[in-house]
């Protein structure tokens, strides 16, 4: 009796190591990315695959991802963030160098989205989708032109714009109108920003990073400050909807996939990330998301009329700057500046 209670523990002890086996985790891969940015097919198409079950965790800022990594650096396998963050998460050592040979989808991207600043070794990271920040217009209500953020902000629109609730966002905007740069954000140029955000925030009706579009089709707002890819979303709903790239000029963006450095899976997480770099599966990011894709073999796969989507591939020549890393404090002087206006204001 004895022998077979032990042979029994001994079973049971086996079965129960096998379910916290390296092969058993393996079947699960955490993401943290952008709201609104993966497709659900995607995701389904991966796990079905490889036999794995792919958890998306979504955030709505660069800050709120690199707060959320910094909590728990061994959750997630996969993060999403945008040029500024990467640079950010390089400088402290935060990303794991990828495995290039293990990604031969890699080819597929142009080479105007590799080694950029924010990675210029192009060690640490894979363009996910590129974009910019412009102004959508619905036509059918307004009827002046507008060209730029100073045309938005009019006391006649007061209570009818919907921008995204991002405050390094909100600062470039202020910034340009000055004539300076989104990365010029010491402190005697934030304050120069301090009166005309103290103008603005007031005629706003609505912040909105998640879904900003939604507030425009359902009629609560006629002006938007929105990501290139809410645009195109409404402009494929209806022509009504011009966008518009900022005259002062715009903030153009690059979001990545990258493996942080206390990555339980790493090797699944390249497995993701190749297949996301298939032309035919970036195509339904594209179709779902239609930003700007660096997958230049998925983009010869969109029609004529997703190509001409004046938000996905914007025409002009409208100066376009990307986010740097301006390092913690300024970061948090930033959201303070911002914090203070809106507590004045609301």
């Given at each position: 009796m004895r022998g077979r209670l032990v042979h029994l523990l001994l079973a049971?002890?086996?079965?129960?190591?096998?379910?916290?086996?390296?092969?058993?985790?393996?079947?699960?891969?955490?993401?943290?990315?952008?709201?609104?940015?993966?497709?659900?097919?995607?995701?389904?198409?991966?796990?079905d695959e490889y036999g794995v079950r792919v958890l998306y965790e979504s955030v709505g800022s660069n800050e709120e991802m690199l707060a959320k990594l910094a909590a728990q650096p061994h959750r997630y396998d996969?993060?999403?963030?945008?040029?500024?963050?990467?640079?950010?998460?390089?400088?402290?050592?935060?990303?794991?160098?990828?495995?290039?040979?293990?990604?031969?989808?890699?080819?597929?991207?142009?080479?105007?989205?590799?080694?950029?600043?924010?990675?210029?070794?192009?060690?640490?990271?894979?363009?996910?989708?590129?974009?910019?920040?412009?102004?959508?217009?619905?036509?059918?209500?307004?009827?002046?032109?507008?060209?730029?953020?100073r045309d938005v902000f009019q006391e006649r629109f007061k209570g009818r714009i919907v921008v995204l609730d991002d405050a390094r966002e909100l600062v470039a905007w202020a910034l340009a109108t000055l004539g300076h740069g989104p990365n010029d954000v010491d402190?005697?140029?934030?304050?120069?920003?301090?009166?005309?955000?103290?103008?603005?925030?007031?005629?706003?009706?609505?912040?909105?990073?998640?879904?900003?579009?939604?507030?425009?089709?359902?009629?609560?707002a006629d002006l938007g400050i929105v990501w290139s890819g809410e645009a195109a979303l409404l402009f494929d709903e209806h022509p009504k909807y011009d966008y518009v790239l900022p005259a002062e000029g715009a903030h153009r963006f690059l979001d990545s996939l990258a493996i942080p450095r206390g990555a339980p899976h790493p090797e699944l997480a390249l497995q993701f990330i190749d297949y996301v770099l298939r032309p035919e599966v970036s195509l339904?990011?594209?179709?779902?998301?239609?930003?700007?894709?660096?997958?230049?073999?998925?983009?010869?796969?969109?029609?004529?009329?997703?190509?001409?989507?004046?938000?996905?591939?914007?025409?002009?020549?409208?100066?376009?700057?990307?986010?740097?890393?301006?390092?913690?404090?300024?970061?948090?002087?930033?959201?303070?500046?911002?914090?203070?206006?809106?507590?004045?204001?609301?």
């Open positions: 049971l002890l086996i079965v129960a190591s096998g379910a916290c086996s390296p092969e058993r985790e393996r079947r699960e891969l955490q993401i943290l990315g952008w709201s609104e940015y993966v497709p659900q097919s995607v995701i389904d198409g991966f796990g996969i993060v999403q963030p945008s040029e500024n963050a990467v640079e950010a998460l390089i400088r402290q050592d935060a990303l794991l160098a990828l495995d290039f040979a293990k990604l031969p989808n890699f080819v597929n991207i142009g080479t105007e989205y590799r080694n950029l600043p924010h990675d210029p070794e192009q060690r640490f990271t894979v363009p996910w989708m590129a974009g910019t920040v412009g102004i959508v217009v619905n036509t059918e209500r307004i009827a002046t032109p507008v060209k730029g953020y402190p005697a140029t934030l304050e120069k920003v301090r009166p005309v955000l103290a103008r603005w925030l007031p005629l706003i009706k609505l912040f909105d990073s998640d879904s900003p579009k939604d507030a425009l089709l359902d009629g609560d339904l990011i594209s179709r779902e998301f239609p930003y700007t894709n660096p997958n230049l073999a998925a983009r010869k796969l969109l029609t004529r009329e997703e190509l001409d989507n004046p938000a996905s591939y914007p025409k002009g020549n409208t100066k376009l700057e990307t986010f740097r890393d301006v390092g913690p404090e300024a970061t948090a002087r930033i959201e303070k500046l911002l914090r203070e206006v809106r507590a004045k204001t609301y």
